[in-house]
DNA sequence: GATCGAATCGTCCAAATCGTCCATTCGATC
DNA sequence: GATCGAATGGACGATTTGGACGATTCGATC
């Protein structure tokens, strides 16, 4: 269960962190952190921000259990094996508390999302999906998973909040025909995160409405991914128009998915592209915090 | 009612400012909000008195909204009209994070599940589709408006929890081809309501595949949305099979959606079919034991 | 109108945070 | 090796906050 403790104060950052209460003031009263202040000057630091800096300044020991006010977790039934066993197991048993639990544990315990992304999930649904293929599994229990996970992650994405009002927009969307919720939630979750502001535009988007939408919210990028390709020749022509709105406001794209092979992706124009989500974090950092940002200017961290 | 209510208890107000019941009886006694009193000497806190204190503290107004459950907004903008104008306006406007208090503070004012899907949810939607179909939307103004209710129905879904877990079970599901995610959300918000365990198996799924959950599950109750059907006759064979393996468990199927017209319907065989969530409520009640709704409090958040 | 659980009341005190100052640490530079 | 600037961590009294207590009020239900 996630903690519904909106607000941090600053002495259970510090824990969280691994730094003194004195550099969590320091921090906040530099804007590094943005925090609220109470009449009686208190400082409330928003659970997001915390996370956020956690994860920029990749504190590999930050103990984000304490963020979320949650206890460490005693090992229980089930736990054994990899985290990658551990949650396949539970969702092929259609465990959906235990494995929204343990979805969420995994992401406290410091990976961030793109280690939740890309560690866990992703080879998670590879094996589901193979599993399907090959008959060990039915189709409802692959559904049920990607349901669970589907319920976990929104709850994660909705805890992250509507992200910072001054951050950078990003518009998220999945292709037409393409049914998979997963990677364009774990995209928002990622660039969330990373500070930004994100418009998930949900799965099975035609990109002439993609395009209507980069038009009247001018976002700075665009992450599209594309599982499925109906027709590829239709999909690279509709494609190159969707591409002149995003240059038009100057975004940047970078596509993602299983549909997007080598010889498709030359046929495309795109300023970038990636199976994982650490490409797109990696690459939303070369375009997030540039200008106007002072917080880095000072601190090398 | 949505609309009353014009005045918060200490404890709401303590939960969106992110400080602690004490401070605000505190804060109000000094003077730095002013609030009125009941007779019985109870604290009443204008929304205009939070929402100062809030830009004050610093937050963004939309996490004040969305922190307090908000069971009113000021009238300032916005909220002319009837819920359904205004949750239209929202989604129109593309204000997730108001769509989505309002959402639940629609949910909170007392309507219920079957409230909220049927005098709020449904219209709304029916609204949006009919504004995509003439024009004055775009394609991806519906995504969002769907992505927007679906992530606030998901919170409610995962705050009333898993259900009683002796309580009877229902199997839920979505059609093969049908992408339709908000019917089946808001049944299962339905069923829990009553006392249900629910698994929802979600969209586009195969009638084969939930034959077999079927079985393995051996649920007392599956209800079955389908907004479209790609083939009438093959959905006929496939729905008899599926049939036999509902009578074999002895369970009862409740459909509906647009693409069970009366033509197809008589040659289905199910034990009730309805076209709102009230009829499904009903049907429901009939099968399981009086339960006690656990309708969700105001403590949710 | 009577009843009952939940929320709030007022009051109290321990605990946490405030702002400030200073010693220490760590690199970079001279 | 010495020096300097920047960042950190800890200490100080003053202030603010959070939680506990029994009594009272609210609001829903019968």
């Known amino acids: 269960m996630i903690s519904a403790e909106p607000y941090l104060k600053t002495q259970r950052v510090a824990q969280a962190l691994g730094v003194s209460v004195s550099t969590i003031k320091r921090w906040v009263d530099s ?7 109470t009449v009686g000057k208190h400082r409330l630091i ?60 995994y992401y406290r315990s410091g990976v961030g999302a793109v280690g939740l992304a890309d560690d866990l999930i992703r080879p998670v649904m590879e094996r589901i999906g193979h599993g399907w293929m090959v008959g060990s599994l039915d189709i409802y229990q692959e559904h049920e998973a990607t349901e669970t996970l589907t319920s976990g992650l929104r709850e994660l994405v909705t805890r992250l909040g509507p992200g910072r009002p001054e951050g950078p927009l990003a518009l998220g969307a999945t292709t037409e025909g393409d049914p998979y919720v997963l990677p364009g939630l774990l995209g928002e979750l990622v660039l ?30 665009i992450f599209l991914s594309a599982s499925y390709i109906r027709n590829e020749d239709e999909f690279v022509k509709e494609y190159r128009s969707f591409h002149e709105s995003v240059a038009a ?27 994982r989500m650490a490409h797109l974090a990696e690459f939303a950092r070369r375009f997030s915090p540039p200008a106007e940002s002072p917080m880095l200017g000072d601190a090398g961290l």
């Open 31 to 37: 804007g590094m952190i943005q925090a609220a202040r």
């Open 46 to 105: 928003p659970f997001s921000e915390a996370l956020r800096l956690a994860r920029e300044q990749g504190f590999p020991e930050a103990n984000l259990a304490l963020l979320s006010g949650l206890a460490s977790r005693p090992r229980e039934q089930g736990d054994a094996g990899s985290p990658v066993d551990c949650l396949e197991r539970l969702l092929r048993e259609g465990k959906r508390t235990e494995a929204r639990s343990f979805l969420q544990a």
């Open 192 to 221: 969330l995160e990373l500070g930004w502001r994100v418009r998930n535009l949900g799965i099975n988007l035609p990109l002439r409405s993609l395009a209507v939408a980069t038009l009247k919210h001018r976002p700075r990028l």
């Open 249 to 275: 406001v100057g975004a940047a794209v970078i596509v993602g998915g299983q549909a997007l092979g080598p010889s498709l992706r030359s046929r495309l124009l795109f300023a970038g592209h990636g199976d």
